[in-house]
DNA sequence: CAATATGGTTTCACATTATACAATACATAA
DNA sequence: TTATGTATTGTATAATGTGAAACCATATTG
């Protein structure tokens, strides 16, 4: 039997987001159904413990300075690779195919962790594999999120054309990444190696940046239309639960 | 009247520290004094709102994902300038002398708020002013907790000597910043203005970073002995304040 | 200016409900 | 096997959280 009133202070805590800061007593009766009386004690209680401040001293409420503590302990342990181990499992075994996790490193990314595919017919790639961030969906969505003039430096070296379907005209590059950040997911099929295809979603961490890649790839002829619809849907959603514990908001 | 239940439930998730992060409920019960029943139907409630986990899915408890969430939130009110407004103007009115608060920009120091002196005779600097990092603990104390690389690449260009008593000395400079990291406080006097003292602490963030410098600063004269301890004592706790609420740990 | 609304706190009697203690269950070690 | 350290479940009792209404304090309105 779960604590009723530990249940409510939570779901008091939860009705502050960044949308909404700032909130009154009344405020949050109405959105919880709760009593005022309620809301009031409670509210003190949390006070009591800094988990809610008062604007100014007297006023609305905020969150308090313990939840950026109890961040700050929570973020230790849950490091990208330990979060998003047991999604990308889930994941691959979802889908059967190869699951992967860029990161950016220097100029280039690197492969973080791999779960492989369930197929027969499978590439297999190794961990820790270097690839540049212009040649593939994987790369593509990291430089996506990239500040501008950093996006820029590294573009203005000369794109290394891998296959047929390289990207390697600037202007082409630019309107691809926008189409990334607009979609919220990207997708190349032989831009690197010619025969595979990948379906990629951003990883976002607690400060809104994008810290990694999340991929499924595998075999151009096993990318039918209803398994891509299936790919960007999961893949989205696993970059998303990754993000999520990671603190993004 | 404080709700008991809610009261224990926010010191069951303070046990858990970068220290300590993952604990049994035994441990708990033993850290707090409460009954291991208690202990578990707690912690049980708190993991339905994601608030501790289990590690792997059996075993000891952890800071769960929704304490990212909420510290996520927090942090978007507490910036730097709000929480250290409040602080620094009870330290100008503790030490009666100017309170300044310092951050990198580029490879200088620039004055983000200041609180001037209550004496009659005072030196008054405007909000905005950019200094080098060299000269002057403020500048020194960011110096300090900078990355090596970086701190290299500042101190390989000319160091400008202000006065007599600025280091330009790049042995030196390693030496004092240093001593610097060892105390947790930096001193100077007649470094950039000759006639003029600084004692500075630097201010942390949660991610373990130096974002800035805070400093007590006057005329000479007024630097005696005994205020010196004051006013280390004071800027030093008044930094470690606005840290904590910046959500350092 | 009174009248009215809105937001927050406090009081109090009552019944909900969290508690301690014990019993149970489940590991792992000796 | 027994012994030790875990976590969970059951229950009677007493503590304690609850809602309704009263109470303040500020705005807002006519």
Not at 134 to 153: C, D, I, M, W
Request: positive net charge; charged residues 25%; aromatic residues 6%.
């Amino acid at each position: 039997m779960s604590i009723k009133s530990v249940g409510k202070a939570v779901e008091i805590l939860n009705c502050f987001s960044v949308q909404k800061p700032i909130l009154g007593i009344s405020d949050i009766s109405r959105m919880l159904g709760y009593t005022k009386s309620t809301v009031s004690r409670l509210l003190s209680t949390l006070s009591e413990y800094h988990c809610v401040e008062r604007t100014d001293g007297y006023g609305k409420y905020k969150l308090g300075y313990r939840m950026q503590l109890w961040g700050t302990v929570s973020q230790e342990l849950n490091t990208l690779p330990d979060v998003a181990d047991p999604i990308m499992e889930k994941l691959r075994d979802k889908c059967h195919e190869e699951v992967s996790l860029y990161v950016i490193q220097g100029d280039h990314r690197v492969c973080l962790l791999r779960f492989e595919s369930l197929h027969e017919i499978a590439r297999v790639g190794t961990i820790g594999g270097r690839f540049p961030l212009h040649a593939g969906a994987s790369g593509r969505v990291l430089l996506a999120y990239l500040p501008k003039e950093q996006r820029e430096k590294i573009m203005s070296g000369s794109l290394k054309k891998f296959t047929g379907g390289t990207i390697i005209n600037a202007k082409k590059m630019e309107a691809s990444l926008a189409e990334i950040r607009k979609n919220g997911y990207g997708i190349s099929t032989g831009e690197r190696e010619a025969e595979a295809f990948s379906v990629v979603a951003p990883v976002w961490d607690a400060s809104e940046r994008v810290v990694a890649s999340l991929s499924i790839s595998g075999p151009n002829f096993r990318l039918t239309e209803d398994k891509s619809a299936l790919f960007i849907k999961s893949v989205v959603s696993a970059a998303k639960e990754i993000s999520i514990r990671l603190g993004h908001v």
